[in-house]
């Protein structure tokens, strides 16, 4: 049996903020990972809609979608609990 390659494999994902501010605040804080990717086998849009974060990762293998998902979810985290503790102090 011959398995035939994948193209490319692609991810989306939604994420729900409690307002649309801290989506994008969000989504300016991780911006700047898309240009600054160090991977040619990624391509990454994200965008908010209200205080609905998406992103859309195409790959051109498993290994790259899924380590650029981990890093995209990770720094989404990160900045999420730096608002988190902003507010906090407010």
């Not at 911006?31 to 051109?60: V, Y």
Request: proline letters at 3%; glycine letters at 2%; zero cysteines.
């Amino acid at each position: 049996m011959r398995i035939k390659a994948l193209k490319q494999v692609e991810s989306r994902i939604e994420l729900e903020f409690p307002s649309s501010s801290d989506a994008e605040i969000v989504l300016r804080a991780i911006e700047p990972e898309i240009s600054g990717s160090p991977s040619e086998r990624t391509s990454t849009e994200i965008e908010s809609e209200g205080n609905i974060l998406k992103i859309s990762i195409t790959a051109q293998d498993t290994t790259s979608l899924r380590a650029s998902l981990n890093s995209y979810l990770r720094w989404v985290m990160l900045s999420n609990e730096i608002l988190e503790l902003k507010n906090l102090k407010n």
